[in-house]
């Protein structure tokens, strides 16, 4: 079982996904120094600070990562993008002095390719449309599989707000129907449908 270091966020990125993060904790630039010694990898998983006592505030599944580009931001901060690598179950968490965590990690599989049928397509179409109205997230991506089910549902997970226990749940599955489905009752998908009215 591997350990990662663990960056907890209020959102998340999935394989085949990319995000950009300002790093200004302490415990977050030894984060990125360390991975850049290294293999230039860590964990992301999901925080919800206002988590009840019965439920963890991070999430139980989270995502590898690798640093595939940084720079120095206006405001003087260390700017990186991130790409997903895979997806993991989380089995235990430490936590070091400076407050920086470590997780022991099980790999869990990569979901299939699956075409889009013609119920959820709109699914596709408002996330071309989302990228459309948001050019940061689109210049992320120099390719992106608008026919594959998988990957649009993995983006659409990124940028809705979810709870731990509803990522856990989607993100969590041995494909991405489950992730479909709830997408579309969420989104409430149709023709005159605004979709970012909705995130």
């Known amino acids: 079982m591997n350990e ?28 990125v120094s360390e991975a850049l010694k290294a293999d230039g990898t860590f964990g992301i998983c999901l925080f919800e600070p ?28 260390l700017g990186i993008t991130v790409a997903g690598i895979n997806r993991f179950k989380i089995a235990g968490v430490r936590v070091e002095h400076d407050g920086l965590r470590f997780a022991k990690v099980k790999t869990l599989p990569e979901w299939d390719v699956t075409e889009l049928d013609s119920v959820s397509m709109p699914l596709s179409l408002h996330l071309q449309t989302i990228y ?19 990957w649009v549902s993995q983006r659409w997970l990124e940028i809705l707000p979810l709870s731990n226990s ?14 479909v489905e709830f997408l579309n009752q969420r989104l409430k998908i149709d023709a005159d449908s605004d979709p970012v009215a909705k995130l």
């Open 4 to 31: 990662l270091m663990l960056f907890p966020l209020n959102s998340v990125v999935l394989p085949e996904g990319k995000m950009r993060l300002r790093i200004f904790e302490a415990r977050y630039k030894r984060l």
């Open 50 to 77: 206002q988590a009840s006592l019965a439920r963890s505030e991070l999430s139980h599944l989270g995502t590898l990562v690798k640093i595939v580009d940084f720079e120095q931001l206006e405001d003087g901060l």
């Open 132 to 150: 459309q109205q948001f050019p940061q997230l689109s210049e992320l991506y120099q390719q992106k599989f608008f026919d594959d089910a998988s």
């Open 166 to 179: 509803e990522f856990d749940v989607l993100a969590g599955g041995n494909s991405c129907l489950a992730a």
